[in-house]
């Protein structure tokens, strides 16, 4: 669905241009609450390709924070690249806390099972290629991801952030895994990490030391904000205060299989009735350093809210919306319907507008190939 708000030729991003006539007022009440927060920011110039690098890091850092799921997309990222074939990485995606009580075929394809609440959501299509893998990036790989999530067990389960020096290694580890989401995403293999295998077997060290101790020292930073502002305790109560360990809720919950993945959802989960009766919270985390932009934050409070009524079974119970904003160490929430009467200005009820909004949707997500509505 980013893809669709991002493009100027695309019916939905005009639909909500046209519907939500308060999306500036939102904007400006988002500008107010950081408007005295210095932001994190870069030490120095740095190129284009570091801002992304950076955000895609904290996000990862932040669904460690919330649920010790794969990093689905790093996994697919490998696999594209051909470093990995998909039996090596659907073991590894196994081998998480999340995933690890799957038995038989569900564990063979643990990489396309979803958490979602009190079931899971299956995004294989059918018939998987048995594509080779090369053994020695494997080797390399499992080294690094096993590694990984004993490092996050011993120094920042679930719910916590580490002490600095433990942060500033989950910084390499999490920009490790971004980049390898961008092979994924983009379709090009990094020229730092192409290099490296190129050369043979990479050790952990030299995978870890490809990111900028600047970088590292940011990215810490960032986690840092979190304790200094409170955000940290207000994630936790969102998430029903759970004892340590224990999951804050679901880490990049699919809201429409192949088409609106979200970043977090926040809520006490039962294993078998799902999010509790008081409701999850759906946020998106950004690491701008500015607010001030109408057209790009609009997007984002559209997203947020359309990926909560996207949700039409209820399966994640998506009662507050809002956004985490890393740079200021800001989180910033409301009631759903709230946040559909602000950003629709009065001018049309948020029932009225939902359907509306499922009609469209409908179209474009069967457009796809996609089942509507989802089941």
Same mark, same amino acid.
């Given at each position: 669905?980013?893809?669709?708000?991002?493009?100027?030729?695309?019916?939905?991003?005009?639909?909500?241009?046209?519907?939500?006539?308060?999306?500036?007022?939102?904007? /400006?009440?988002?500008?107010?609450?950081?408007?005295?927060?210095?932001?994190?920011?870069?030490?120095?110039?740095?190129?284009?390709?570091?801002?992304?690098?950076?955000?895609?890091?904290?996000?990862?850092?932040?669904?460690?924070?919330?649920?010790?799921?794969?990093?689905?997309?790093?996994?697919?990222?490998?696999?594209?690249?051909?470093?990995?074939?998909?039996?090596?990485?659907? &073991?590894?995606?196994?081998?998480?806390?999340? &995933?690890?009580?799957?038995?038989?075929?569900?564990?063979?394809?643990?990489?396309?099972?979803? %958490?979602?609440?009190?079931?899971?959501?299956?995004?294989?299509? @059918?018939? /998987?290629?048995?594509?080779?893998?090369?053994?020695?990036?494997?080797?390399?790989?499992?080294?690094?991801?096993?590694?990984?999530?004993?490092?996050?067990?011993?120094?920042? %389960?679930?719910?916590?952030?580490?002490?600095?020096?433990?942060?500033?290694?989950?910084?390499?580890?999490?920009?490790?895994?971004?980049?390898?989401?961008?092979?994924?995403?983009? @379709?090009?293999?990094?020229?730092?990490?192409?290099?490296?295998?190129?050369?043979?077997?990479?050790?952990?060290?030299?995978?870890?030391?490809?990111?900028?101790?600047?970088?590292?020292?940011?990215?810490?930073?960032?986690?840092?904000?979190?304790? /200094?502002?409170?955000?940290?305790?207000?994630?936790?109560?969102?998430?029903?205060?759970?004892?340590?360990?224990?999951?804050?809720?679901?880490?990049?919950?699919?809201?429409?299989?192949?088409?609106?993945?979200?970043?977090?959802?926040? @809520?006490?989960?039962?294993?078998?009735?799902?999010?509790?009766?008081?409701?999850?919270?759906?946020?998106?985390?950004?690491?701008?350093?500015?607010?001030?932009?109408?057209?790009?934050?609009?997007?984002?409070?559209?997203?947020?809210?359309?990926?909560?009524?996207?949700?039409?079974?209820?399966?994640?119970?998506?009662?507050?919306?809002?956004?985490?904003?890393?740079?200021?160490?800001?989180?910033?929430?409301?009631?759903?319907?709230?946040?559909?009467?602000?950003?629709?200005?009065?001018?049309?009820?948020?029932? &009225?507008?939902?359907?509306?909004?499922?009609?469209?949707?409908?179209?474009?997500?069967?457009?796809?190939?996609? %089942?509507? %509505?989802?089941?």
């Amino acid at each position: 669905m980013t893809s669709e708000l991002a493009s100027r030729r695309s019916p939905l991003a005009a639909w909500c241009e046209r519907t939500f006539a308060g999306t500036a007022s939102v904007v /400006e009440q988002i500008a107010t609450a950081v408007r005295d927060v210095r932001p994190v920011r870069p030490a120095g110039e740095v190129p284009a390709r570091w801002w992304a690098e950076t955000g895609g890091a904290f996000g990862q850092r932040l669904a460690d924070l919330v649920q010790p799921a794969p990093p689905y997309y790093a996994l697919l990222g490998m696999i594209h690249a051909k470093w990995v074939s998909p039996a090596w990485a659907h &073991h590894q995606a196994a081998q998480y806390p999340s &995933h690890r009580d799957l038995t038989g075929d569900y564990r063979a394809r643990a990489l396309h099972l979803r %958490p979602a609440a009190a079931s899971w959501l299956d995004l294989s299509g @059918g018939s /998987e290629p048995h594509l080779p893998g090369n053994p020695a990036a494997e080797a390399a790989w499992a080294d690094f991801l096993e590694r990984g999530r004993g490092y996050l067990a011993r120094h920042a %389960p679930a719910g916590a952030l580490g002490l600095p020096g433990a942060e500033a290694g989950l910084a390499r580890l999490c920009w490790l895994l971004t980049v390898c989401e961008d092979v994924y995403r983009s @379709g090009f293999v990094d020229d730092r990490l192409a290099r490296l295998f190129d050369a043979g077997r990479p050790t952990v060290d030299q995978l870890r030391g490809l990111v900028e101790q600047r970088q590292v020292d940011e990215l810490a930073a960032l986690t840092r904000r979190l304790h /200094e502002r409170g955000t940290l305790w207000e994630l936790r109560k969102l998430a029903g205060n759970p004892g340590p360990g224990v999951p804050l809720g679901i880490a990049g919950p699919t809201i429409v299989p192949h088409w609106a993945d979200a970043d977090l959802l926040l @809520g006490a989960i039962d294993p078998d009735h799902g999010i509790d009766a008081r409701g999850g919270t759906l946020l998106d985390v950004k690491t701008v350093v500015s607010v001030r932009d109408t057209s790009k934050v609009g997007r984002w409070l559209w997203q947020v809210l359309l990926y909560a009524w996207l949700d039409t079974a209820d399966r994640y119970r998506i009662r507050r919306v809002g956004l985490l904003l890393g740079r200021h160490g800001q989180l910033i929430t409301w009631p759903v319907d709230e946040l559909a009467e602000h950003l629709l200005g009065r001018r049309v009820t948020g029932d &009225h507008a939902r359907d509306a909004f499922h009609d469209l949707a409908g179209q474009i997500i069967t457009g796809h190939g996609l %089942p509507w %509505p989802v089941a």
